[in-house]
């Protein structure tokens, strides 16, 4: 006779062999799920570097759909990847001339041997490949980006009660106001 425990683990056990697909499926669901909940910096590609060849969208790719459902558009500043996220900043230098463009990740490729990242004509146009179609590019995250503005010492923001009082206004108040 076997015991209460032996039966629930061979138990267990037959049905995991039952239903492994429906198991594997759930469990990858609830990572999905999940996902969000991983900070940016646990990330497989997070922090790497990547050196490689670059290639461009062409301007007839414009009004397609990207792979995140966004429709691309030549001008933008967005670039495909085969391992980063979804709206990831990716810093892309071309050493050649110096020159950087920041871009976002909406799209998965580059499906060519060799490529790291196909960029939109925009952003391919601000680092100066267009003519040569593709080009060694160098390929970093930007984990904390912030958007360049003025600084505050330089802006001055005049009170309300400054103006009204230094101003003469084209109009009186209603209790001056010739029809009352």
């Known amino acids: 006779m076997r015991s ?13 062999r039952q239903h492994t697909k429906v198991v594997r499926l759930f469990a990858v ?81 580059p499906y060519v041997r060799g490529r790291i990242i196909d960029l939109s004509w925009g952003a391919a146009r601000d680092l100066g490949i267009l003519s040569q179609g593709i080009a060694t590019v160098t390929v970093e995250p930007l984990v904390h980006f912030q958007i360049p503005m003025k600084k505050d010492y330089d802006l001055v923001i005049p009170m309300i009660s400054d103006i009204v009082e230094n101003e003469v206004f084209p109009w009186k108040p209603i ?6």
């Open 4 to 16: 209460e425990n032996e039966r629930i683990k061979n138990g267990v056990a037959a049905y995991l």
């Open 29 to 109: 669901a609830v990572l999905l799920h999940l996902s969000f909940l991983i900070p940016h910096s646990f990330c497989l590609n997070a922090q790497h570097v990547q050196t490689g060849k670059a290639s461009y969208y062409t301007k007839k790719w414009t009004g397609r759909k990207t792979s995140n459902g966004d429709r691309l558009h030549h001008d933008s500043l967005t670039c495909a990847h085969r391992t980063y996220p979804f709206g990831t900043l990716l810093q892309v230098t071309n050493p050649a001339n110096g020159r950087v463009v920041v871009v976002k990740v909406n799209d998965r490729g």
């Open 175 to 180: 209790s001056e106001h010739s029809l009352r």
